[in-house]
């Protein structure tokens, strides 16, 4: 199966500092989404990222899928509190077409 | 707001008894997935259904049993509850046919005491 790692599990920064999360897989990924989930609330589509070495931006989020496609990164310039949440990444596939979740990275940000 | 609704919002219930949940995809989507998460842990999958038929299922056993009507909405039943089954469940529609984006519904919070 498509089993994902997220390291850091929980990461804690001041607002304004950048946070980085990275997603790893010991098989080669056909592609890679990212969730967001706030506390209490659900999952959340960011992006999908399907070709080697794809870098996507969204305003301060951006989005790597490695070369080998069997890693991908989420960076967070100058986070906001309203960047607080759970974040997920999750390939997508199988015989299936379901998504695989990782254990996701906690962020908190202190205002 | 993704369009996807679930009901109930939160539920309570003892070991041994049935629930059933319930999940209105966002229109024009014929596939529904079902997902549990437990308190902090990622979402896991327990099935598919796309057009009426189930189009897979993950690791859970066969207590969990589902069903989608011909307006595409789903129901998750799960039989002899456990303590373990307390989690958010999640169901998120998509377009299907291979479409990957899901748009998940706001979850219901069951509880087992």
């Known amino acids: 199966g498509q089993q994902v790692m997220q390291i850091p599990q929980y990461q804690h920064v001041q607002e304004g500092e950048d946070f980085t999360t990275y997603c790893n897989s010991s098989t080669t990924l056909s592609n890679i989404q990212w969730y967001k989930q706030r506390p209490g609330g659900h999952p959340v589509f960011l992006i999908q990222l399907v070709k080697s070495g794809e870098v996507k931006k969204q305003k301060r989020l951006t989005f790597q899928f490695g070369e080998a496609k069997k890693n991908s990164s989420l960076h967070i310039t100058a986070t906001q509190t309203t960047d607080v949440g759970t974040y997920f990444c999750a390939p997508f596939g199988g015989s299936n077409y379901k998504l695989t979740f990782g254990k996701g990275t906690l962020l908190t940000v202190n205002p | 707001e993704t369009g996807v609704t679930q009901s109930p919002t939160h539920l309570i219930k003892t070991r041994g008894q049935q629930v059933t949940l319930r999940c209105s995809s966002q229109s024009g989507h014929n596939t529904v997935s079902w997902y549990q998460q437990a308190l902090g842990q990622g979402p896991q999958f327990i099935f598919q259904y796309y057009r009426e038929e189930e189009n897979g299922r993950g690791n859970f056993p066969p207590r969990f049993s589902g069903l989608q009507f011909p307006n595409y909405s789903s129901e998750l039943n799960v039989n002899a509850l456990e303590l373990d089954d307390s989690a958010l469940y999640l169901c998120?529609?998509?377009?299907?046919?291979?479409?990957?984006?899901?748009?998940f519904g706001p979850g219901t919070r069951l509880l087992v005491l």
């Open positions: 998120a529609s998509s377009l299907g046919g291979g479409e990957e984006t899901q748009y």
